[in-house]
Antibody
Framework: QVQLQQSGPGLVKSSETLSLACTVS????????WSWIRQPPGKGLEWIGY???????DYNPSLKSRVTISEDTPKNQFSLELSSLTAADTAVYYC???????????WGQGTMVTVSS | DIQMTQSPSSLSASVGDRVTITCRTS??????LDWYHQKPGKAPNLLIS???NLQSGVPSRFSGGGSGTDFTLTISSLQPEDFATYYC?????????FGQGTKLEIK
């Protein structure tokens, strides 16, 4: 059974950089697409970006200048960095695995991140 | 970017009712349309992939249809556990975009 376990801080300061990790168990990260998605309180879902096991990435243009997604194959995990944080970045952040049709079939538990001034 | 229009934004229904949620895209996405439901405090859960492929473990009362720009999610007989928020999402091209959501509430 594939599981995604997220880790990282729940409170970060404005203008700083958020770092979250997603550790995969029950499957290798190789050969799959892995995404980060976020959801501001009471609002809808926003795709942040993905990484493919070869290390190739694609980001939402709305966040591209501030986002880096990377992978650590030995640790079987991938990570998100989001820089220059503002209050608008306050959200629940999720990691997820894509299925062969591109849908997000498996999700992490979510991390509530609050950006404080 | 592809625009998603999901309707209705909220829906009140009773156990046993048949309900349909629609999703329209601003350009053709073939069948690259997925449906999720989400309960408060939980991650979204994939129900249907590629417009009509029911995910393993999802009850058969859920069905999806459509192609091109118009898609539907139908629940044939609502059960108490189905009251949640539903989202469509296009997986045709990046940036992947979600619909605004439909909150399904008990009448």
């Amino acid at each position: 059974q594939v599981q995604l376990q997220q880790s990282g801080p729940g409170l970060v300061k404005s203008s700083e950089t958020l770092s979250l990790a997603c550790t995969v168990s029950g499957a290798s990260i190789s050969g799959y697409y892995w995404s980060w998605i976020r959801q501001p309180p009471g609002k809808g879902l926003e795709w942040i970006g993905y990484i493919y096991s070869s290390g190739s990435t694609d980001y939402n243009p709305s966040l591209k200048s501030r986002v880096t997604i990377s992978e650590d194959t030995p640790k079987n995990q991938f990570s998100l960095e989001l820089s220059s944080l503002t209050a608008a970045d306050t959200a629940v952040y999720y990691c997820a695995r894509h299925n062969s049709a591109g849908a997000f079939e498996i999700w992490g538990q979510g991390t509530m991140v609050t950006v404080s001034s | 970017d592809i625009q998603m229009t999901q309707s209705p934004s909220s829906l009140s229904a009773s156990v046993g009712d048949r309900v349909t949620i629609t999703c329209r895209t601003s350009q053709s996405i073939s069948k690259f349309l997925d449906w999720y439901h989400q309960k408060p405090g939980k991650a979204p859960n994939l129900l249907i992939s590629a417009a009509s492929n029911l995910q393993s473990g999802v009850p058969s009362r859920f069905s999806g249809g459509g192609s091109g720009t118009d898609f539907t999610l139908t629940i044939s007989s609502l059960q108490p556990e189905d009251f949640a928020t539903y989202y469509c999402q296009q997986s045709f091209t990046t940036p992947y975009i979600f619909g605004q959501g439909t909150k399904l509430e008990i009448k």
